[in-house]
């Protein structure tokens, strides 16, 4: 029998490997999905897994749960790494998976990272899933909507998983204190006030929590007895400068980005700045930056300066390319040039308004004058009869009606006369005022 290396000693795994849980029972947290009589829960309980993507912030779980599966469950279970695999070892997989089946056995493939996969390298999944060889269950960080094929991903049921709560880690924090997989061979002093503290610190993120729990322990106090007390003095040395700028208790994540849009949507640059500095430096993903100022650039600016979208989406690239620290002075020119940009809410409120009325009239037939009439049939039953062509038209323009009966003369935009959208205010009036003349 071949002896394990130093390195493979449980005693040597990290803290966050060593309490991983092995079941159901163990798992903290993800009660949506886990609770007694969730989706979830039954399909892990009575091994009726299928294909799904694990959706979450890191450390909340998904690994954990593709683990507890594969002891749960009677299929082949595969572990599978979107970092290290290429099309040839899928195909490798892929074929032991096919001969699996014709046995009568299940597999279950579990890809960590999928969001990783280029688009050839989740193609080579699909004729596998869809023929029923392999059951995939996929891990991202990322959005499956963006980042997974999109014929990959309708035969998948995705679920999402939430960042942890503050009790539940506390909870997780005591198991580590407690455990014999832990540190519960030790005696060890720490109070339930640090360990919320190390918990809030976590930002929802299990192995975060855990790996600072260890830290504050290694580095706690020890008596001659062995006995170990976690000072305050030790735990503020241990916690870094994050917590300090970015003390996420739940909401206060969604706290400092209201303050970053409000900032801009006050034009204030010198407050947007400082918000944007805070998430950055407590280590906020400048790609979700970014995702929200392109929202604002149409949401708070809109036609009032149409250039303002551009400048978002090119910065949102820019964070792609360089990532962090480089780009923190891209996301800087977007937010001040979001801030000095002439505002307008307009679209926002077009929209909002017209979705009220969409979801009201869900019934309302398109009128006849704009569908189009491809078949006889159709023309027959005078589908696009009476249509007009704007083209045709010297202005371009006819006195057609596009709107449902029931909503003729509904008006949704009403530009301001902030910065270029007066241009387009007065464009529209012109278009009105010449449909009621004619």
Not at 396 to 425: F, R, V, W
Request: proline share 4%; with cysteine; net charge neutral.
């Amino acid at each position: 029998m071949d002896q394990k290396s130093l390195f493979e000693n449980e005693e040597n795994q990290p803290l966050a490997s060593r309490l991983r849980p092995q079941n159901i029972e163990e798992f903290v947290g993800q009660k949506h999905l886990l609770g007694e009589g969730k989706v979830l829960r039954k399909l892990i309980d009575e091994d009726k897994i299928s294909s799904m993507i694990f959706w979450g912030p890191p450390g909340v779980g998904k690994t954990t749960l593709a683990n507890i599966i594969a002891n749960k469950t009677n299929s082949v279970f595969i572990n599978f790494s979107a970092v290290t695999s290429g099309i040839k070892e899928i195909k490798e997989v892929m074929t032991r998976a096919e001969q699996s089946r014709k046995m009568g056995q299940k597999t279950i493939v579990f890809v960590d990272e999928i969001h990783r996969f280029n688009k050839a390298q989740q193609d080579a999944f699909l004729p596998f899933v869809e023929k029923g060889s392999i059951i995939l269950i996929g891990a991202t960080t990322e959005n499956p909507s963006f980042e997974v094929n999109g014929a990959l991903l309708s035969r998948c049921k995705v679920f999402v998983l939430q960042g942890l709560k503050t009790e539940d880690l506390v909870l997780l924090l005591k198991r580590a204190i407690t455990d014999k997989r832990g540190f519960g061979n030790q005696k060890v002093t720490i109070s339930d006030e640090q360990l919320k503290i190390i918990a809030k610190f976590a930002n929802g993120d299990a192995r975060n929590a855990l790996s600072t729990l260890e830290i504050v322990i290694l580095n706690g106090d020890i008596n001659k007895n062995g006995e170990i007390t976690v000072t305050e003095e030790t735990l503020e040395q241990c916690i870094s400068k994050k917590s300090l700028l970015y003390d996420k208790n739940g909401e206060e994540h969604y706290n400092i980005i209201s303050a970053l849009h409000k900032s801009m949507r006050n034009s204030d640059p010198d407050a947007a700045i400082y918000w944007l500095a805070r998430m950055l430096e407590a280590g906020e993903d400048p790609i979700y930056i970014a995702r929200r100022i392109t929202r604002f650039a149409s949401e708070d600016i809109g036609l009032a300066d149409p250039h303002a979208l551009g400048i978002a989406v090119s910065v949102y690239h820019a964070c792609h390319f360089i990532g962090m620290p480089e780009c923190s002075v891209h996301l800087t020119q977007a937010v001040v040039y979001m801030s000095l940009a002439p505002k307008s809410n307009a679209l926002y409120i077009a929209y909002e308004t017209a979705k009220r009325d969409a979801i009201k009239e869900l019934a309302e037939p398109v009128p006849l004058i704009i569908r189009n009439a491809p078949t006889k049939l159709m023309k027959e039953l005078e589908y696009g009869k009476g249509y007009q062509y704007a083209h045709d038209t010297e202005e371009k323009l006819t006195n057609m009606q596009c709107l449902p009966d029931s909503l003729a003369g509904k008006e949704y935009y009403h530009p301001t006369e902030q910065g270029l959208e007066i241009k387009y205010k007065n464009k529209l009036e012109q278009i009105k005022e010449w449909k009621k003349t004619h």
